[in-house]
Nanobody, 128 residues
Framework: HVQMAESGGGLVQPGGSLTLSCEVS????????MGWFRQVPDKEREGISC????????YYEDSVKGRFTISRDKAKNALYLHMNNLKPEDTGRYFC?????????????????????RGQGTQVTVSS
């Protein structure tokens, strides 16, 4: 079955950078879009970024545009989120997600698709 393991989170000062990683096992991610979600206590899960199954099409939530970059390595079955100029409002637990439908291209509705979200997430805390 599908398993995911996120890593790379931590405590960072505002303006700092982190790179999150997600390793997927139990299935090939080649034909599936992938994404990152953020969960903050008492708030709904928020879609942060999506990368299409081909890797060339990406989508970002408005507040992270220009600061975050999503990428994937199909050879490693891995997903990444490069986070720059971090702000306190970026704080939360980040989860990677694997689309359940093949050959999807990311769009504004991507966070409403059905995803596998199987990891424990990785905590990002931005604070001085």
């Amino acid at each position: 079955h599908v398993q995911m393991a996120e890593s790379g989170g931590g405590l960072v000062q505002p303006g700092g950078s982190l790179t999150l990683s997600c390793e997927v096992s139990g299935t090939s991610t080649d034909n599936y879009a992938m994404g990152w979600f953020r969960q903050v206590p008492d708030k709904e899960r928020e879609g942060i970024s999506c990368i299409s199954w081909r890797g060339g099409g990406t989508y970002y939530e408005d507040s992270v545009k220009g600061r975050f970059t999503i990428s994937r390595d199909k050879a490693k079955n891995a997903l990444y989120l490069h986070m720059n100029n971090l702000k306190p409002e970026d704080t939360g637990r980040y989860f990677c997600a694997l689309d359940t439908e093949e050959h999807s291209y990311c769009s504004g509705a991507w966070s409403r698709w059905t995803f596998h979200v199987r990891g424990q997430g990785t905590q990002v805390t931005v604070s001085s």
